[in-house]
């Protein structure tokens, strides 16, 4: 069965900081990879994902996240946040050809002015 | 486009009572699903349609019933209303191709179960 694990709940950074967000999965077969964002009372929109090629994928709005297959990892990462970047932030998972997700439990990520 | 919809945006119930939350989506997707988000559970899957006439269980379908008889339309019930429905439910939609898909999260309906 598969898991995802993101260790932080919360993560408070100061604007123009950089920051990661950690993202960890189990599954015994080949995955497809998302990062889901949830703005204050609204609800998930993609951020990015990973389905194949590219180890590296980027976001239109600076956000970037690498698969590290060895260590079934994906972080997400940005070089410099903004105050509007102030979100929860969802990694999740589906096997090949399945369309059912699996969802981590969220980080919460504060931007401190 | 609307994307996907869903009513009421907000709900308050007595213990035992029963509802049904609407969901529908324009995109002509045949996967529509239903999640739970609670604080420190990030969302867990309820039950999931691969297409019309078709649904299946997810994660924590106990309480919870769902039928599709349209593309469009994936409702989901709740039969006896319990507190620990307390929740914010999200229905989300994706078109089924092999290749892995965006789903489309509607706004969420925020349930209290008194």
């Known amino acids: 069965a598969q898991s995802v694990t993101q260790l932080d709940s919360q993560v408070p950074v100061f604007e123009e900081a950089p920051v990661e967000l950690r993202c960890n999965y189990s599954?015994?077969?080949?995955?497809?990879l998302f990062w889901y964002v949830q703005y204050p009372n609204q609800g998930l929109q993609l951020l990015l994902k990973?389905?194949?090629?590219?180890?590296l994928v980027e976001s239109i709005n600076g956000f970037e996240a690498e698969f590290n297959k060895s260590q079934t990892s994906f972080h997400l990462r940005k070089p410099s946040v903004h105050i509007s970047d102030t979100a929860e932030y969802f990694c999740?998972?589906?096997?090949?050809?399945?369309?059912?997700?699996?969802f981590g439990t969220g980080t919460r990520l504060t931007i401190i002015p | 486009n609307a994307g996907v919809t869903q009513t009421p945006k907000f709900q308050v119930l007595k213990t035992g009572q029963s509802m049904t939350l609407q969901c529908a989506q324009d995109?002509?997707?045949?996967?529509m699903s239903w999640y739970r988000q609670d604080p420190g559970m990030g969302l867990r899957l309820i039950h999931y349609?691969?297409?019309?006439?078709?649904?299946d269980q997810g994660e924590v379908p106990n309480g919870y019933n769902v039928s599709r008889s349209t593309t469009e339309d994936f409702p989901l019930r709740l039969l006896s209303a319990a507190p620990s429905q307390t929740s914010v439910y999200f229905c989300?939609?994706?078109?089924?191709?092999?290749?892995?898909?965006?789903?489309?999260f509607g706004p969420g309906t925020r349930l209290t179960v008194l």
């Open positions: 989300a939609s994706s078109p089924r191709t092999p290749l892995g898909n965006e789903q489309f």
């Open positions: 599954s015994s077969v080949s995955v497809y």
């Open positions: 990973y389905l194949s090629g590219s180890t």
């Open positions: 999740a998972v589906s096997d090949f050809g399945n369309e059912k997700l699996t």
């Open positions: 995109m002509n997707h045949e996967y």
């Open positions: 349609s691969v297409g019309a006439g078709i649904t």
